[in-house]
């Protein structure tokens, strides 16, 4: 049994370092390669945070994706914050009014999704296993960002 569930983390765990290993071409991957590492990384440290059954990883998993591609969804439609701040000094009053009531907007749909699916966490998953898997997905943005800094220093 034990096998069963250190097998999948160790795949996890080895694709992570084959992808981890330095590209051989000149050129940076494309971004659709770079999101892809990024999403086998916080695939792997979910798991390793959350210490999932093979039952509950089966369980949670689906239901996870389909949360992360309706918030994908609903921060597509969000101004970026570079274009806000660039805009800001040469539009009207109004302008500047509807673009943040905006984002107030997609801050709500987020919310509302969460809301949506906490529900959804909850019946796959233990409630403690529930709490660490929010603070593991912030965690995981954290380490992601020091990576990134790290990469920008080195370059």
């Not at 659709?32 to 949670?60: C, D, G, H, N, V």
């Not at 987020?110 to 997905?137: C, G, N, S």
């Amino acid at each position: 049994m034990k096998t069963l569930t250190t097998l999948p983390f160790l795949l996890i765990i080895n694709c992570m370092v084959a992808f981890a290993q330095p590209a051989s071409r000149p050129l940076d991957p494309p971004k659709t390669e770079k999101r892809e590492e990024i999403e086998s990384y916080r695939i792997a440290f979910l798991t390793q945070k959350l210490s999932l059954t093979p039952e509950e990883a089966q369980r949670f998993w689906p239901v996870f994706n389909q949360f992360t591609a309706e918030m994908k969804t609903v921060k597509a439609n969000r101004v970026s914050k570079r274009d806000m701040k660039n805009d800001i000094q040469n539009q009207s009053d109004k302008d500047v009014e509807k673009m943040v009531d905006g984002e107030i907007a997609i801050r709500q749909q987020e919310l509302d999704v969460v809301k949506k699916y906490h529900t959804q966490f909850k019946q796959v998953l233990p409630i403690k296993k529930v709490a660490i898997l929010y603070r593991a997905e912030d965690e995981f943005k954290k380490e992601l960002l020091e990576k990134i800094r790290e990469r920008k220093g080195k370059n």
